[in-house]
């Protein structure tokens, strides 16, 4: 998909319930389905541990490095109806989900709206995050570092890479 006013913006995907991977290959795959937007890249899966609540299940999680027509909001409402296409119900703040898709980078805006805060605030704090996006945005920079930098003093024990291919998100 080529044409002007595009953007590059990188999402976090993650999920605990039911078939994750198949969630998060679905939400891809309808955020790949629209028009306004086209998956670029999608890092490996990674099972990570819990952040915030730890009483629940392990976490697969992903990044994707999306191009889109869409404005930041748009691009937030494709995300959120995808979830809600998938039935994600929101009952507990980092609690248990099925799917859950942040944005994390839209081009090199920053949006501070109700809902919408770009960059991602927490995004710099969370190795489930910086991991995957790494792999598919090794050179990104966030807070004048490379992704590699923020890395080096992450905690990042306990993630461990989920061996499929590159192309999960299509099945």
């Not at 489930?128 to 990104?140: G, K, R, S, Y």
Request: glycine share 10%; net charge negative.
């Amino acid at each position: 998909m080529s044409g002007r006013n595009r953007h590059t913006a990188y999402l976090s995907l993650g999920g605990n319930l039911g078939d994750p991977a198949a969630s998060m290959g679905a939400a891809l795959r309808m955020l790949d389905a629209d028009s306004g937007t086209e998956v670029v890249a999608v890092s490996s899966l990674y099972r990570t541990p819990p952040w915030g609540k730890l009483d629940q299940p392990d976490f697969l999680n992903a990044a994707a490095e999306v191009s889109t027509g869409l404005t930041p909001r748009g691009l937030l409402d494709l995300c959120l109806d995808a979830e809600r296409r998938l039935k994600r119900v929101r009952e507990e703040r980092w609690g248990p989900r099925l799917i859950d898709i942040d944005i994390l980078v839209f081009g090199d805006l920053t949006v501070h709206e109700e809902g919408l805060e770009i960059p991602h605030p927490r995004m710099l704090e969370r190795a489930f995050v910086l991991v995957p996006l790494a792999e598919i945005a090794p050179d990104f920079l966030a807070g004048g570092k490379r992704l590699a930098d923020h890395l080096a003093g992450a905690d990042t024990a306990g993630i461990e890479r989920v061996p499929r291919g590159r192309d999960w998100w299509k099945d």
